[in-house]
Every structure is written in C-alpha cells, then in structure tokens.
C-alpha cells in the first residue's frame, strides 16, 4: 500500500523538516500551509528533486471547509491519506490571563485545538476500517508548555499551553478510540525549538535565551523534532504514546 502523508503546516519550521524526512521514508507528501504558498512550494520542489512526489495543498485548518477541500485534493491527486501530521499550529503575543481577550482564546482554541480535531475526522474517514480504509497513523504536534515541563506557559501564554493540553488528551482519547481501527495515535511534545515561531509570537529572541536551563545544552532544530514524529508514524505497535523531545528539560 502506498504511504501518503498529510502535514498540516509543512511549509515551515518543524512541519517543513517533517516533509522532508517523510519523503527519505518512502511517503508521497501533502505539504499544506495556510498563506506561504512560495515556502511550500520549495519543500516541494526539494522532495521533487530527490525523486519523491509531493504536492502544496493550502487550507487554513481553522476553517471546515477548507479543511474538506484540502482533503478531497488530496485524494484526488496522492490518494487517500495513510498518515496525519496535525502540526499546524500559533502562539500569540506574550500576556497574562488577567489581560486576555476572549477573541485571543477563542482563535488559539480554533487553529491549535478545533484544526486538528477537523483534520483528525477527515483522516479517520479515509483511513478507519469502518469507513473502508486499511488503517494508518495520526501523530500530534504538542508542546512540553501543555504540562509541568513547560508550566504551562504561564507568564507567557497559558492560553497555547491550555490548548496544547487539549492535545494531549484528544491524542490519549483517539488512541483508545481508534485502536479496533487500525489507526494509532501519538505525540510528540517538543520543548524549545529554532524556528520562526517565536519572533511571530513576539519572543525572537526566546531560543537564544532558553539554550542555558536545557539540560542538553541547545535548543531543538526542527530536524530533532521530525525524527521523533516519523518514529511515531512508523513504530508499529505504538499508540496513545507522548514523546517529550526537549532536551532533557
Ligand atoms: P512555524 O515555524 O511558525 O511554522 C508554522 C507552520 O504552520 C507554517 O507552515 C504555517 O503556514 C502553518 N500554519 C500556521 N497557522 C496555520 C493555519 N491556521 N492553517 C494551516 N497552516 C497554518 O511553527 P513551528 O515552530 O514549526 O511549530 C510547528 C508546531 O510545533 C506547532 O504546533 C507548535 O505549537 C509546535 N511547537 C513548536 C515549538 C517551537 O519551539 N518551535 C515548541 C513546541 C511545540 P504559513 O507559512 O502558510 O503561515
């Protein structure tokens, strides 16, 4: 059967180095992205020209019907999906709970939590053995700022910790559910990681000061971060598992 991977968010930062190594594995690639439609098009191209197939699909996770879009392309194009990345994801600028606006919560929850659940549902369609499907893998992109290793996210952004939370308990949740399925369920929970996301969150500066509390010494690179994701999209008898990929924090 042919592997076909979806990673939501793949334009960029962890998502892009996930792409890459899915392809070194043998999956044909859906790099989706919601506005950089350039930087999915070079994962692509950088697939493409190491003999793998991959396409660019845009879709804002946030959005249902997008979301269904996404997938039908999908299908028209790779074929059904036999694995999901829910990597997309956003933080927002750093503020205490005292000083957050409902709207900020409510967008947090809709990308980081609602997103994945979307694309989730759209997956377990194609892949379950109810719905016809041969089974296939969901790995979850969390944070170590869902729970005590990150505490989470408190003075920053306890509203990304909170939904990185949600994460974890739809990952621990749908492993259960799924398993008579075929489908198995991961996570994997990152601690500080070189990519844009910081500076787009108002923290640019937050890898550079994070290297000296690590018990590694450096922060992740986003390759660190797909190893783990791939080992939990191939590790056959793993499901409902969390991969803390911190450093040792
Ligand atoms: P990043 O460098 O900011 O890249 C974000 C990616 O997500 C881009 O491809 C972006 O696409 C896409 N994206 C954002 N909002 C989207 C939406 N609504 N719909 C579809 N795609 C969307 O982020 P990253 O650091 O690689 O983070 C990836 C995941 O790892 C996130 O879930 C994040 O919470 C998690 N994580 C990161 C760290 C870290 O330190 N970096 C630590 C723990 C967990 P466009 O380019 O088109 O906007």
């Given at each position: 059967?042919?592997k076909?991977m979806?990673?939501?968010?793949?334009?960029?930062?962890?998502?892009?180095?996930?792409?890459?190594m899915?392809?070194?594995?043998?999956?044909?690639?859906?790099?989706?992205y919601r506005?950089?439609?350039?930087?999915?098009?070079?994962?692509?191209?950088?697939?493409e020209?190491?003999?793998?197939?991959?396409?660019?699909?845009?879709?804002?996770?946030?959005?249902?019907?997008?979301?269904v879009?996404?997938?039908?392309?999908?299908?028209?194009?790779?074929?059904?999906?036999?694995?999901?990345?829910?990597?997309?994801?956003?933080?927002?600028?750093?503020?205490?709970?005292?000083?957050?606006?409902?709207?900020?919560?409510?967008?947090?929850?809709s990308?980081?939590?609602v997103?994945?659940?979307?694309?989730?549902?759209?997956?377990?369609?194609?892949?379950?053995?109810?719905?016809?499907?041969?089974?296939?893998?969901?790995?979850?992109?969390?944070?170590?700022?869902?729970?005590?290793?990150?505490?989470?996210?408190?003075?920053?952004y306890i509203?990304?910790?909170?939904?990185?939370?949600?994460?974890?308990?739809?990952?621990?949740?749908?492993a259960?559910?799924?398993?008579?399925?075929?489908i198995?369920?991961?996570?994997?929970?990152?601690?500080?990681?070189?990519?844009e996301?910081h500076?787009?969150?108002?923290?640019?500066?937050?890898?550079?000061?994070?290297?000296?509390a690590i018990?590694?010494?450096?922060?992740g690179?986003?390759?660190?971060?797909?190893?783990a994701?791939?080992?939990?999209?191939?590790?056959?008898?793993?499901?409902?598992?969390?991969?803390?990929?911190?450093?040792?924090?």
């Amino acid at each position: 059967m042919d592997k076909i991977m979806l990673v939501t968010g793949g334009s960029r930062g962890i998502g892009a180095a996930t792409c890459l190594m899915a392809a070194k594995y043998g999956y044909a690639v859906a790099v989706n992205y919601r506005s950089n439609r350039e930087a999915a098009e070079q994962v692509v191209a950088a697939i493409e020209a190491d003999g793998g197939r991959a396409i660019a699909v845009q879709a804002d996770v946030a959005d249902e019907a997008q979301v269904v879009n996404m997938f039908t392309t999908i299908d028209d194009t790779l074929g059904r999906v036999t694995a999901l990345v829910n990597n997309a994801g956003i933080v927002d600028q750093p503020s205490k709970v005292a000083d957050m606006s409902a709207e900020r919560v409510a967008k947090m929850m809709s990308v980081n939590v609602v997103g994945p659940f979307i694309c989730a549902r759209e997956a377990i369609r194609r892949m379950g053995t109810e719905h016809g499907g041969s089974g296939g893998v969901i790995v979850n992109v969390s944070s170590a700022a869902s729970h005590a290793a990150g505490k989470g996210g408190a003075g920053t952004y306890i509203d990304y910790g909170a939904s990185k939370g949600a994460i974890d308990t739809l990952t621990e949740g749908l492993a259960h559910e799924l398993a008579g399925e075929n489908i198995r369920v991961n996570a994997v929970r990152p601690g500080v990681v070189n990519t844009e996301i910081h500076a787009s969150g108002g923290l640019p500066d937050k890898p550079e000061q994070a290297k000296s509390a690590i018990p590694l010494g450096r922060v992740g690179e986003p390759e660190d971060i797909a190893e783990a994701i791939i080992y939990l999209a191939e590790a056959r008898f793993t499901t409902g598992a969390f991969l803390d990929v911190d450093g040792g924090v």
